[in-house]
């Protein structure tokens, strides 16, 4: 006789297997995820560059928000800065 599953253990592979997709369809168009610990002084600087609003401080998604702007912003400039006529290239 087979046990009936239990609902609960069906969300949680279903949640996995979702979490799977995501997690594929990222890698497929070059994104990662990483985990970053930041500090308080940190915060307060993306608030203070305007990458981050002050009420904002304590939403992690809009601190991860900011950060991605920032690497944007980073490698928008490097791209610019190496095609500058000034550097000889």
């Known amino acids: 006789m087979t046990r009936p599953r239990s609902a609960s253990r069906d969300a ?32 307060r600087y993306l608030v203070s560059r305007g990458h981050l609003a002050s009420h904002e401080t304590d ?5 991860a928000n900011a950060i991605e702007q920032v690497l944007v912003d980073l490698t928008v ?13």
């Open 59 to 63: 939403d992690r998604n809009e601190i």
């Open 12 to 43: 949680q592979r279903d949640a996995a297997a979702e979490r799977m997709r995501a997690s594929r369809e990222r890698r497929k168009y070059g994104l990662r995820t990483v985990l970053v610990d930041i500090h308080d002084d940190e915060v």
């Open 77 to 89: 400039e490097n791209a610019n800065d190496q095609r500058s006529p000034l550097r000889g290239t």
